[in-house]
Each structure stands twice: as structure tokens, then as C-alpha cells.
């Protein structure tokens, strides 16, 4: 397949990145503008519903239908009410040893957050990070520990499996978890391991339950089943994250991560293409 088989649905964005389909729109961040914007994906008009965050990051939705935000360098996650006003949600600074990351959150409440470890870059080793918990009542645990820059995050449509992506771990790889009621994970197990060139960034997770994995610096998003086994590589230029809704896949493409340039380019882009 080609580039041209994905449609822009909106563009002009710094870092777009995290997306979650939610009651009929697209909600993402645009990590390095600090905002979280809602897109009518028929219309291609997008509005701005936070302003103001520290490298905000990974967005969900508790039972309520309010917003949680995961705020990067604060290292803590907000809650934006329905009247617009946003206040803390949790504190994950002692949990979290670097900036926060993507977050899932489930249908019962809890989030799931992960954060970078520390400030190190490939090729050094990524320090060891903690994907941390908040319970829908803002209280923080520990959830998983030793992770290599843990990324993306998402459940399968049972809600009974977590999976999350290792983007720095050597070979980049996918791990699954047992979720319990209570929120809490246990029976750590490698879903997939990708081959060399691939670090696995945003996931999400089709209602077949197959995933969807963007894999930014070979230029694809990769489908996954829910044995493991690769099914196709879509390329696409630069994905950062991936979402499903409206039976589409949608990608959040930008040409560059470094801040300075995201922001004077702003050649951030949503693309989608029919779900297969």
C-alpha cells in the first residue's frame, strides 16, 4: 500500500499524539503546543478543550465522562470537570521518575500511566520505570515495575488483558497482562517481540481485538493479533499513535519529536484510512 491510501483529516499541529475516540470525536493532545483538542473527524474542525499543559500527554475518560490528562513534567494527572475548570486528579511524583507518558484509562476508572524512566537517549540503556495506577478516586500504586519506557497502553475489548509497549527495550516488544477487578495487574507475559528498526509507540486495540502499533522510524503502523502474530505492515510517514473509532484507524504523524522544531513547523498531522 501507499501514502495514498490515508486520508488528512486535520493538520497545523505541533506533536499531535495520543488519541482516544470518544463519543463520536477524536481527542488527542498536541504534546509540545501543551493543549488537548477535539476533533469532528466528518468535519475536519478541531477545538481546543485545554490549554496550558507541561508536556501533556496521555488523555481517558473516567465513568463520569470528565477528562483526565497525564501532565508530562509535573508528573501529575488533572482532571478537566464539565464546566471547564481543571484541577489534580493525582499526584504520580512519587511513582514516576521522569515525565509522564501515554495513559489508558478503563471503563471502571483506573488509569494506567507510564513514564519515561529518565532523560537518557538511544543508544544508552533506558532507566527502569514503574507504569503506575490511580485508582478513580486519585489514589496511586505501583502496577508494573522495570519497564523500558513504557508507551503506549491499552486493554483488549474484554477489559481483562492491559497491554503495553516497551519502546526502548531490546528487541522493542509488547507485553500483556491479567487486569483484575480491583485494577491491578499480575501474570507478565511477552505478547510480541518486532524485529530490528522498530520501537513500538502508541497502540490501540481493534474491537477484533487485534492491535494496531505505530512504529515511527520505519514508517509503519503494524497489526498485531491477539496470539502475537504479526498480520500486516501499513506504511504511513512518521506515526507517533494510533486509534480506532467509526471503523477507521487513525494516526497522529508529525515529521519530527524534537520540541523546537515541532513548534515552528507545525506540520503535525491526523490521518485515517478504512479500518481492515
Known amino acids: 500500500m501507499t501514502d495514498e491510501t490515508w486520508q488528512v483529516v486535520s493538520e497545523g499541529y505541533a506533536f499531535p499524539e495520543c488519541p482516544r475516540w470518544h463519543q463520536g470525536a477524536l481527542w488527542f493532545s498536541d504534546v509540545h503546543a501543551g493543549e488537548v483538542h477535539r476533533l469532528d473527524v466528518t468535519s475536519g474542525d478541531s477545538e481546543v478543550v485545554f490549554t496550558g499543559g507541561h508536556h501533556n500527554a496521555g488523555i481517558g475518560f473516567l465513568p463520569t465522562g470528565e477528562l483526565v490528562i497525564a501532565d508530562g513534567t509535573s508528573r501529575k494527572v488533572l482532571l478537566r470537570h464539565a464546566d471547564g475548570s481543571v484541577t489534580y486528579h493525582a499526584d504520580l511524583r512519587g511513582l514516576a ?50 519497564l523500558e519506557f513504557p508507551n503506549g497502553v491499552a486493554t483488549d475489548p474484554t477489559g481483562t488483558v492491559l497491554y503495553v509497549a516497551e519502546t526502548r527495550s531490546t528487541p522493542s516488544r509488547i507485553n500483556a497482562y491479567d487486569v483484575a477487578p480491583d485494577g491491578s495487574l499480575s501474570g507478565r507475559r511477552t505478547l510480541v517481540e518486532f524485529a530490528e528498526g522498530v520501537m513500538a509507540d502508541g497502540i490501540a486495540v481493534a474491537p477484533d481485538g487485534h492491535l494496531w502499533v505505530a512504529s515511527p522510524f520505519t514508517g509503519e503502523v503494524i497489526e498485531v493479533g491477539a496470539d502475537g502474530a504479526v498480520r500486516q505492515c501499513l506504511p ?16 497522529c504523524s508529525s515529521p519530527t519529536w524534537v520540541p523546537e522544531e515541532a513548534v515552528r513547523l507545525r506540520a503535525g498531522q491526523i490521518l485515517a484510512r478504512p479500518l481492515s
Request: glycine share 12%.
Open 236 to 251: 504511513v510517514p512518521t506515526p507517533y499513535a494510533v486509534a480506532v473509532g467509526s471503523g477507521r484507524l487513525f494516526v
Open 97 to 146: 521518575t521522569h515525565t509522564l507518558n501515554d495513559m489508558h484509562v478503563s471503563p471502571a476508572g483506573f488509569a494506567y500511566v507510564g513514564n519515561y524512566g529518565d532523560d537518557s537517549v538511544p543508544p544508552a540503556p533506558a532507566f527502569p520505570a514503574t507504569l503506575a495506577i490511580v485508582a478513580p478516586d486519585g489514589t496511586v500504586r505501583a502496577g508494573a515495575t522495570g
